[in-house]
């Protein structure tokens, strides 16, 4: 049999790290399932005993038993951060108009602002110069600020 190509061999430190991370079972489903990866790797467990066992894909344990030669503990249970930066859409000044047009009344024929009403609106104020925006970014915004549209009074 082929000696495979990375070996998870655990430090009594990093075993006893993993078994009370399973105990405590206060993690994330997907960082359990990580540890006991490793676990049962240190075990000698082939991958197909490993994928079995624990109801995950082949590769997937081959992934682990990678990330954590290579990059360690911590990445093969937490994976690697996101490095994606998220462009705000609206700024401070735009952010307080929408505010402020949110504890206004709604147009005529509204009883309450919906989140669409108030994206369509919020395109054309004059003091606002921005082409379009969603609903989702509207009701992030309103979720950022606390603002509540189910409550009948916001001011």
């Known amino acids: 049999m082929p000696k495979k ?6 430090t009594e430190e990093e075993r006893d790290h993993l078994i009370n991370l399973i105990s405590s079972g206060t993690e994330k489903a997907r960082k359990l399932t990580r540890a006991r990866i490793l676990l049962k790797a240190d075990e000698k467990w082939t991958d197909e005993e490993i994928s079995q066992a624990l109801n995950v894909g082949d590769v ?6 990678k990330r954590y030669v290579e990059e360690g503990l911590i990445f093969a249970l937490d994976g690697k951060p996101s490095l994606r930066q998220y462009e705000r859409k609206l700024d401070g000044r735009q952010e307080a108009h929408l505010v402020a047009l949110v504890c206004g009344t709604p147009p005529a024929g509204y009883a309450n602002w919906t989140l669409r009403l108030l994206a369509d609106e919020f395109v ?6 921005i082409p379009s925006i969603s609903h989702e970014t509207i009701r992030q915004v309103l979720k950022k600020t606390n603002l509540n549209l189910g409550k009948m009074n916001n001011g």
């Open 124 to 129: 054309t104020l004059e003091a606002i110069d």
């Open 5 to 10: 190509l990375y070996q998870v061999e655990l």
């Open 60 to 65: 997937t344990v081959y992934r682990i038993r």
